[in-house]
Each structure stands twice: as C-alpha cells, then as structure tokens.
C-alpha cells in the first residue's frame, strides 16, 4: 500500500467545481477542505472512515488529515471543493492543527440556509476578499454542527509516515539521506528501503518534488526572483533546481513564471 503524499497548495484560497465523481488518492495538507455536494453523490474517506456525501451534505476536513476520494460505479456527482489555508482563519476559528471533529460528515438538514446560500453563491472568478467572506460565513455555520476533540499526538510506529511528516516539515533545510538517518538513529540504507518500498520514489525525487511545489507555489503568488525562490525552497544550486522543476512541471521556472506573470497575485 503506498503512502498518503503530502499535497502543497499552490493558493492560500482555491475553489474546485467537481461535475462528475472524483477519483483521487490518499493525501493530506495544511489547508482547510470544505466539500459540499449539490447533486448526485461523492465518496470521501477521511481519517480511514468512509462517508457517502450526498445532495446538499457537506464535509470539513482538518489540516494534516489523511484522506482519499473514490466513485460509486456510474452515480454523477457536482461538488464543489474549497480549500483554505489556516492561515486566513486565524484568530476567527478553532485551532485547526490541534483539533479534529468527531465526525467530518454534516448532513444536509444540520446545514443552515445562510451556509448553502454562501455555497451557491462563492465563485471562483470573484475577487480574494470576496471568496473569504463567503468562506467565514460558511465555516462559521458548519463548524457550529460539529463536535470537536483534542487531536491525538501520539508518537507514531510508522517510521514512513514519521519520515514523510518530518519532510513535509523541514524541505527547505539541507536534509541529506545521512542526517535524515540521523535524525531517526536509523542506518540511511533503512531509510533508502523504506522509500523504495513504500514510498515509491527514492528520497533524493521525493525531496525534490516537495520542493518544486513549493517553488512554483512561490512563483505564483509572489515576485520574488528565481534566485530568491531557489534558495528559500531548499535548492543547493540553480542547476538542481531547474532540472528539478523541470521533470516535474515539463518547462523550466523561467518558462513557469512567464506562463503566469499575467495572473494577478493571490493575498
């Protein structure tokens, strides 16, 4: 069984319309997820438990949370995703890192009608504050809904998902196969084994990858230099960081940041 990948948000703010049952597999991130299904039906597995979304049903999911989406055979499904950065929930809501709700799942009859009319009416195309505004007034009703608990930290047995959370944390530093072996007083042949194993890409590829994301999530929403984002994303050289980048996104960061130079710049 592979493990869940770390997913990095490319906005602080994002909006998905899903018009047909969404495949997708196990992942987790930062970002705050609302999902709210206006027809059909979608299943979602949060936290190793499976809920079927149905019509006018909703769903949060905390940061770090694993989860994975799967179809039902030939049922349609039209959702809508949005992703929100903890960040710009700040002050206003609960700890998102160190609670959980008992259960994600609101059903359609625990939604308040201010909640689905936001719901209708939140667009991608509007302006940033605009889809803020309409994701407080959405949480705001949800989270009334929901029973929260203290997020367990315990120590996790799983020396894969104790690696994939320490570089999730730390891929700007300069980690290496030797001082990630030290870190965990492991031998580095052991840690080479377990991404080859269960990971399925080796450590030197997964490193880069997270962070290429990063890099280009620093391209899009700010105009720092290449330089500049080179080395804040953990890149040793601009030599490794386009060839890095350039495997992952198919063109160089040069090409990348001219692609979209254009769009204005997420808060």
Not at 84 to 101: A, E, M, R, Y
Not at 126 to 138: C, D, M, P, R, S
Not at 217 to 222: A, D, F, W
């Amino acid at each position: 069984m592979m493990l869940p990948f770390y997913e990095i948000q490319a906005k602080d703010l994002r909006l998905i319309r899903v018009s047909r049952p969404l495949t997708f597999p196990a992942h987790l991130h930062r970002n705050i997820e609302i999902v709210y299904v206006f027809s059909g039906v979608q299943h979602i597995a949060i936290d190793g438990i499976g809920y079927d979304i149905r019509e006018g049903d909703a769903a949060i999911i905390f940061s770090d949370i694993v989860h994975h989406f799967d179809s039902i055979g030939e049922h349609p499904a039209d959702f809508l995703l949005i992703l929100c950065d903890p960040k710009l929930l700040k002050g206003v809501f609960p700890d998102f890192q160190n609670f959980q709700p008992v259960t994600p799942f609101i059903p359609k009859e625990g939604i308040h009608e201010e909640a689905v009319y936001a719901l209708r009416h939140i667009k991608k195309k509007e302006e940033f504050a605009v889809k803020l505004g309409w994701t407080y007034v959405i949480l705001s009703h949800l989270l009334r809904q929901i029973e929260l608990k203290q997020r367990q930290r315990i120590p996790v047995q799983d020396m894969s998902k104790k690696i994939i959370e320490y570089l999730a944390d730390n891929f700007t530093e300069p980690i290496t196969l030797d001082s990630l072996a030290a870190e965990f007083c492991v031998s580095k042949y052991y840690i080479s084994h377990i991404f080859s194993e269960k990971i399925k890409m080796n450590f030197r590829n997964y490193l880069g990858m997270l962070r290429a994301e990063y890099a280009a999530k620093l391209i899009r929403t700010t105009d720092a230099s290449l330089t500049t984002i080179c080395s804040n994303a953990g890149f040793d050289s601009q030599r490794t960081f386009n060839r890095v980048f350039h495997r992952k996104y198919g063109m160089s960061p040069r090409e990348f940041k001219n692609c979209t130079c254009k769009q204005p710049k997420q808060k």
